[in-house]
Nanobody
Framework: QVQLVESGGGLVQAGGSLRLSCAAS????????MGWFRQAPGKEREFVSA????????VYTDSVKGRFTISRANAKNTVYLQMNSLKPEDTAVYYC?????????????????WGQGTQVTVSS
């Protein structure tokens, strides 16, 4: 059974930083491309960032480019999202997701596995 467990969320002031982690189990992690999505209250879940199984390809939504960095440590079965210069509009529940099929990495319908989410709140 595949499990994805996020951690690292919390409350931070605008301009601050957080690092999210997502630990995977029950799957050959090095074969899984990983993504981060977020969902704010009253809004649809949206794509944030993704990294291919090898780590050679990364993609970001425009609003986080230059502020967020996705990375992975296959030896630790973990994917990270370093979030800097946080803004109040980054407030959301952040979910990690995994897929065995890397296309663009941005379509949530393409992901097979999902974590339970971690809350990120950025105060102004």
């Amino acid at each position: 059974q595949v499990q994805l467990v996020e951690s690292g969320g919390g409350l931070v002031q605008a301009g601050g930083s957080l690092r999210l982690s997502c630990a995977a189990s029950g799957v050959t992690f090095s074969s899984v491309s990983m993504g981060w999505f977020r969902q704010a209250p009253g809004k649809e879940r949206e794509f944030v960032s993704a990294i291919s199984w090898s780590g050679s390809n990364t993609v970001y939504t425009d609003s986080v480019k230059g502020r967020f960095t996705i990375s992975r440590a296959n030896a630790k079965n973990t994917v990270y999202l370093q979030m800097n210069s946080l803004k109040p509009e980054d407030t959301a529940v952040y979910y990690c997701a995994g897929t065995l099929r890397w296309r663009t990495g941005t379509e949530k319908e393409n992901y097979d596995y999902w974590g339970q989410g971690t809350q990120v709140t950025v105060s102004s």
